[in-house]
C-alpha cells in the first residue's frame, strides 16, 4: 500500500448500490495482494486475495482487480449492504520482504 | 475455535513504566507478527517471528522488544514507555510469509 498522509479517505455509498475502492501501491516486484475489511474496534478481517500473475478475482459479492502497468488495485462491492460499512485496505507483498499495508479508505453505508 | 487472542484489550501506562503484550494464536501457524496502527496510517511492522525461535526487527522495532515463547505465543515488550507508543497494537499469525494474516482484536494502549 501507498501511504496517503493523516487523513482517510471516506466513500459514502448508498444502500443497494455498488462500491469500488483504490489503492495504489508503490512496489513493481509486488506479487501477491489482500484486501481487509476493518470494523470500529476489531481487527483487520481477510476480505479477498489476488496474485500478481491474475488481473481479476471474484468472491461472494467482492471482486478485486489489478493493474500491474498502473499499480494499482481495486475492490469492488455488489449491493453495498450496512455490514459493509468498515475501513478497508489493501496489502502487498513482494518475495523475501513483509506485507506492507495501506492506510484504508472509511466506507460509510447510506440508508 | 479462538483464532489469535490478545491481552489485555485496554491498558493506560504511565511514561517510563514497562508491561507486555500477550499473543496466543491455536491455528498451528508457523509465523506471528506484531503492528502498531496510528490514525491515517497503515498498519506498521514492529517485530515479526517468521517461524518458531526466531526473531526480526521490522519497520518500527525501536523501543520494543519481543520474544516468541513457543509455537503459539509471542509477545510484545514495552521497557520504558514513552507517549510516542500511545497507538492500537495489533498480533497477527499466518501459516507462511505469503499467506493471509490472522488478526488479534487489539489493545489499545495510552501512555500519558
Known amino acids: 500500500g501507498e501511504s496517503v498522509g493523516l487523513h482517510l479517505p471516506t466513500l459514502s455509498v448508498q444502500e443497494g448500490d455498488n462500491s469500488i475502492i483504490n489503492c495504489a501501491y508503490s512496489?513493481?516486484?509486488?506479487?501477491?495482494f489482500i484486501w481487509y475489511k476493518q470494523e470500529s474496534g476489531k481487527g483487520p478481517q481477510f476480505i479477498i486475495d489476488?496474485?500478481?500473475?491474475?488481473d481479476k478475482r471474484q468472491g461472494q459479492r467482492v471482486t478485486v482487480l489489478l493493474n500491474k502497468t498502473v499499480k494499482h488495485l481495486s475492490l469492488q462491492i455488489a449491493a453495498t449492504q450496512p455490514g459493509d460499512s468498515a475501513v478497508y485496505f489493501c496489502?502487498?507483498?513482494?518475495?523475501?520482504?513483509?506485507?506492507?499495508f495501506g492506510p484504508g479508505t472509511r466506507l460509510s453505508v447510506l440508508p | 475455535n479462538a483464532g489469535v487472542t490478545q491481552t489485555p484489550k485496554f491498558q493506560v501506562l504511565k511514561t517510563g513504566q514497562s508491561m507486555t503484550l500477550q499473543c496466543a494464536q491455536d491455528m498451528n501457524h508457523n509465523s506471528m507478527y506484531w503492528y502498531r496502527q496510528d490514525p491515517g496510517m497503515g498498519l506498521r511492522l514492529i517485530y515479526y517471528?517468521?517461524?518458531?525461535?526466531?526473531?526480526d526487527k521490522g519497520e518500527v522495532p525501536n523501543g520494543y522488544n519481543v520474544s516468541r515463547l513457543n509455537k503459539r505465543e509471542f509477545s510484545l515488550r514495552l521497557e520504558s514507555a514513552a507517549p510516542s507508543q500511545t497507538s492500537v497494537y495489533f498480533c497477527a499469525s499466518s501459516e507462511g510469509p505469503r499467506r493471509g494474516y490472522t488478526f488479534g482484536s487489539g489493545t489499545r494502549l495510552t501512555v500519558v
Open positions: 489476488i496474485r500478481s500473475n491474475m
Open positions: 496489502a502487498d507483498h513482494n518475495y523475501g520482504q513483509n506485507f506492507v
Open positions: 517471528s517468521a517461524s518458531e525461535g526466531t526473531t
Open positions: 512496489n513493481s516486484a509486488s506479487d501477491y
